[in-house]
């Protein structure tokens, strides 16, 4: 994927502290353009399937409550309204089952939620290797 502008970018995470953080670290980096910011899965359905505000990239929480990130994946998939989002879901801990669920869909990565500050500046250097982009921005 090559990219000359930002790749818009919405994030979803229950947890404020974890969302201000990525909001941080995404807002310091050229390459992404944060697009909306949400605490519940509920609210990022409502943003992308019924107000049509669809990003390049959707990182998306894996255990929230009410609804699990595999939870939203599916909703989004079941809707169609964008079949070739890039949605990188990310957790603590890898759950096989909840992977297995989605490896049909060549678009939906998993990713270790970040916890040491390396890997925290790592993460947009991540997505972008991913998505096959060169990250040649510091933050």
């Known amino acids: 994927m090559k990219s000359n502008k930002p790749l818009t970018l919405i994030i979803v995470d229950d947890d404020y502290d974890d969302r201000e ?3 941080f670290l995404f807002n310091q980096n050229e390459k992404f353009e944060l697009i909306g ?5 509920e609210d990022v359905l409502e943003e992308i399937i019924n107000k049509k505000n ?7 929480d894996m ?3 009410l609804m699990s990130g595999t939870d939203v994946v599916m909703k989004l998939e079941y809707s169609a309204v964008a079949p070739e989002m890039n949605i990188f879901i990310i957790s603590t801990s890898i759950n096989i089952v909840e992977q297995d669920k ?3 869909n060549p678009y939906i ?9 390396a890997d925290i500046h790592d993460l947009p250097g991540l997505i972008l290797e991913s998505l096959d982009i060169r990250n040649n921005t510091k933050v």
Not at 109 to 117: D, E, I
């Open 21 to 23: 953080l990525l909001k």
């Open 37 to 41: 910011c949400f605490d519940s899965g």
């Open 54 to 60: 669809i990003p390049d990239i959707l990182l998306l």
């Open 63 to 65: 255990y929230m409550p």
């Open 102 to 104: 989605l490896l049909h």
């Open 109 to 117: 990565k998993f990713l270790k939620k970040p916890v040491s500050l």
